[in-house]
């Protein structure tokens, strides 16, 4: 059984950074990619950052790009999303997801596990 679980969201001050961890169990961390999401209030589910098996390879939202950096640590089961230059656009639960391959997956329908999530609020 796969199990996430996210970790380090908080009420921040626009402009501020925020570092949310992954905690993975379950299989082979190593083996499988993993991505971000998030959800607003009243919003649909969208994709933030994703990153291979290895790390070498990472896609990331236009909205987040040059300012969140995901990054993955397969010795701990660990992934992170660092979040730098907070906007209160950015507000909102944010989830962690591992798909069943190895390839990093912009679309939620790639992923087949997701954490419970994490509130991020930025203020103004």
């Known amino acids: 059984q796969v199990h996430l679980v996210e970790s380090g969201g908080g009420l921040v001050q626009a402009g501020d950074s925020l570092r949310l961890s992954c905690a993975a169990s379950?299989?082979?961390?190593?083996?499988?990619?993993m991505g971000w999401f998030r959800q607003a209030t009243g919003k649909d589910r969208e994709f933030v950052a994703t990153?291979?098996?290895?790390?070498?390879?990472?896609y990331y939202a236009e909205s987040v790009e040059g300012r969140f950096t995901i990054s993955r640590d397969n010795a701990k089961n660990t992934m992170f999303l660092q979040m730098d230059s907070l906007k209160s656009e950015d507000t909102a639960v944010y989830y962690c997801?591992?798909?069943?391959?190895?390839?990093?997956?912009?679309?939620?329908?790639?992923?087949?596990?997701w954490g419970q999530g994490t509130q991020v609020t930025v203020f103004s």
């Open positions: 997801a591992s798909t069943n391959d190895q390839y990093a997956y912009i679309s939620a329908n790639g992923y087949d596990y």
């Open positions: 379950g299989r082979t961390f190593g083996n499988y990619a």
């Open positions: 990153i291979n098996w290895s790390g070498g390879i990472t």
